[in-house]
């Protein structure tokens, strides 16, 4: 191990090398402050459906569309963003976008409607799309190759610290201030970061850096757009049928369709689509993506579940929520060395199955169960989450050169975001209409479309009732108990289909002369 940390001295200057850990926590705060902000909107969702003016009255369709507006934005202008940091300086588009970060929470903590808040939601996207690939490129150009994988494992426990944070951060804020509290909070983190980031983070760029490319960045945000709101209006409308729904899913379909073939004739495409003829990067692409499919989908119907059916506070719902993240904490750094001993095939593949285990076994919940089998299920399902984020993105940041880290960032998280975006439009959708053909018969005719929505919609209705409303009740868990169900067995079916990817193509245990020279399994996906 000592033989190849002579040359690369040479390519981290000593005094970045010095300080690269603490660097990494600066990186991780900026990290911190994105993924906190979908962690703590988890908690809140329920509260922003409740009428004004404890909330907006959101529906459950505007309430999908708040998460999504973020994540679609942040999705389709990642690469955009990952080669302007490569280009102009990735500490000074990291700057930017926590700038920008920062003034969109905190005009999405003043909304005044739920239209207000999809807008400013949008554009804490745009500034997240900024922050996120650039922390990753700035974490591969201070760490030597031997270090990135151990870095990475770190970085990617902050991602649970950040989901353990959220939650409960967001339970203690709604206990005592406004909803729009859970973004206020942003902007102080963010100003810290601001601090920090300028007096320790060094400045790198790409020598040869890409060409921004404006079409394919409006040709995947369309796209995206197209499809997630025709799948989002088919559950509204519990109808997937509907030329309402077919239409826009269609069109998005033709025009990501457009958008590969356009990327694979372009001279600088935002995504270079011949990655993708290398399985086992493929493979580790899809299996982030359906990582975050999984969690997002669950954490958007399990909010429902503990504060609607088992009567949990939004505190008590976060502190629920910490087994799925203390796991992440825990196993996602020390990741990399079950894959040393096993591979990343039987690791990844192993924790695609726990994942789905877990998801079958959302289907089994009742109103009455004992919660601590909902912790035992978090706790496992952070457990996959962990030994399938780290070895996978490892896989991802190590297939390009580190002059073009930036843009192997950004497509790890353009595939993340997109995953957690379809996640919560697919799961969502599947719940809303679940739900809708379980209570429609309980309701009036008259009152059928807007109460039947969500449980939300349904428990509002049937307070404004008064007692003839309490007979609703009753019915209402038991619609969405099923629509839970339902809906966990498709997310159930999604991540088997991912563990059969993983198993068939992403490499085995490498060799153990590989590993003596100081590689890692990680060198196939070169190869």
Known sequence: MTSPAVPAERRVPEAVHRRRWVILGVLMLSLLIVVLDNSILNVA???????????????????????????????????????????????????AGLVVFGAGSALAALSGSPAELIAFRAVMGLGAAFVMPATLAVLMNVFEREEQPKAIGIWAGGVGLAIAIGPITGGLLLDHFWWGSVFLINVPIVLLALALMLWLVPDSRDPSPGRVDPVGVVLSVVGLVLLVYGIIKGGELADFTDVTVLVPIGAGLAVLAGFVVFEARSDHPSIDV????????????????????????????????????????????????????????????????????????????????????????????????????????????????????????VVIMQALPRE?????????????????????????????????????????????????????????????????GEAL?????????????????????????????????????????????GGTELVTVDQ
Not at 304 to 328: C, D, E, I, K, N
């Open 45 to 95: 969702i329920k509260t922003i459906s409740t009428p004004a003016p404890t909330g907006l009255g959101a529906t459950q369709s505007e309430l999908e569309w708040a998460i999504n507006a973020y994540t679609l934005v942040f999705a389709g202008l990642l690469f955009s963003a990952g080669l302007l940091g490569d280009r102009l300086g990735r500490k000074k588009v990291l700057i």
């Open 404 to 468: 073009k880290a930036g843009s192997a960032s950004a497509l790890s998280n353009t595939f993340r975001q997109v995953g957690g975006a379809l996640g919560i439009a697919v799961l969502g959708s599947v719940l809303s209409a679940a739900y809708r053909s379980g209570i429609e018969d309980s309701l009036p005719p008259a009152a059928r479309h807007e109460a039947g929505e969500s449980i939300e919609a349904t428990l509002g209705f049937a307070a404004k009732l008064g007692r003839e």
């Open 274 to 393: 011949t990655y993708f003829r290398n399985k086992v990067f493929s493979a580790a692409i899809g299996a982030i993506a359906l990582v975050f499919f999984a969690l997002m989908g669950v954490t958007f119907f399990s909010v429902f579940y503990t504060q609607s059916v088992r009567g949990y506070t939004p505190l008590q719902t976060g502190l629920l929520m910490l087994p799925l993240a203390v796991a992440q904490m825990v196993f996602a750094p020390r990741a990399r060395l079950v894959v040393d001993r096993f591979g990343n095939k039987a690791v990844c593949t192993a924790g695609l199955l726990t994942i789905a285990a877990m998801l079958a076994a959302f289907a089994t919940l009742d109103a009455d169960t004992p919660i601590w089998v909902l912790e035992v299920v978090f706790f496992l399902m952070g457990t996959g989450m962990a030994h399938i984020m780290t070895p996978v993105s």
């Open 473 to 517: 009740i009753g019915p209402a868990h038991d619609a969405f108990l099923h629509a839970m169900h339902v809906t966990a067995l498709c997310g159930t079916g999604v991540a088997l289909f991912g563990a059969v990817v993983v198993a068939l193509f992403l490499p085995g245990k490498p060799p153990e002369q590989q590993k003596e020279q």
